[in-house]
Antibody, heavy 124, light 109 residues
């Protein structure tokens, strides 16, 4: 079955960077986009961006452009999201999610399988 | 960016009742590219509906989605105890600018 397993919780100081991993199994890793979504404590869901694991191509929400980087390692079926210049309001649970639609389609954006979430706490 | 507004913010109902959740978009969503998710405390979101009305695999048929253009609805025909959660709509019609609604909390009356 499709499974996404994320790395563990992180505590970072303001201005630092954090890199969260998302290991996929149960399907062809390069066949589906991976999205990253975050959720601040007690708040709603916010889309951060996506990566095409096949090509490495990315697309980030405008808010995150310039300080988020998404990469992947196809040899170990793992996607990564790195956030730099962390601030206290970046404290959130970060989820990865596999898209419903194959990369060969022109439709994307539905998270059909989700990781368990990674809590990133930014505090001095 | 398409803004999604969900109503009501909180819905208080009893098991067995019918729940109707609304999601209104600031502009028309192309091809009905709207999804609904359920989220319980401490858990990741769970996909319920995509394409405005298609149920995801394993979702009970008491969940149904409808709508087009700017107005969409998630209906739960007969509430089960496990249905009390937060529900989010999400549009992917203007992808890559994907947006979520602010959520509707469905609580036990």
């Amino acid at each position: 079955q499709v499974q996404l397993v994320q790395s563990g919780a992180e505590v970072k100081k303001p201005g630092a960077s954090v890199k969260v991993s998302c290991k996929a199994s149960g399907y062809t890793f390069t066949g589906y986009y991976i999205h990253w979504v975050r959720q601040a404590p007690g708040q709603g869901l916010e889309w951060v961006g996506w990566i095409n694991p096949n090509s490495g191509g990315t697309n980030y929400a405008q808010k995150f452009q310039g300080w988020v980087t998404m990469t992947r390692d196809t040899s170990i079926s793992t996607a990564y999201m790195e956030l730099s210049r962390l601030r206290s309001d970046d404290t959130a649970v970060y989820y990865c999610a596999r898209d419903l639609y194959p990369t060969i389609t022109m439709v994307r954006g539905v998270g059909v399988a989700w990781g368990q979430g990674t809590l990133v706490t930014v505090s001095s | 960016e398409i803004v999604l507004t969900q109503s009501p913010g909180t819905l208080s109902l009893s098991p067995g009742e019918r729940a109707t959740l609304s999601c209104r978009a600031s502009q028309s969503i192309s091809s009905g590219f709207l999804a609904w998710y359920q989220q319980k405390p401490g858990q990741a979101p769970r996909l319920l509906i995509y394409g405005a009305s298609s149920r995801a695999t394993g979702i009970p048929d008491r969940f149904s989605g409808s709508g087009s253009g700017t107005d969409f609805t998630l209906t739960i025909s007969r509430l089960e105890p496990e249905d009390f959660a937060v529900y989010y709509c999400q549009q992917y019609g203007s992808s890559p600018r994907i947006t979520f609604g602010q959520g509707t909390r469905l609580e036990i009356k």
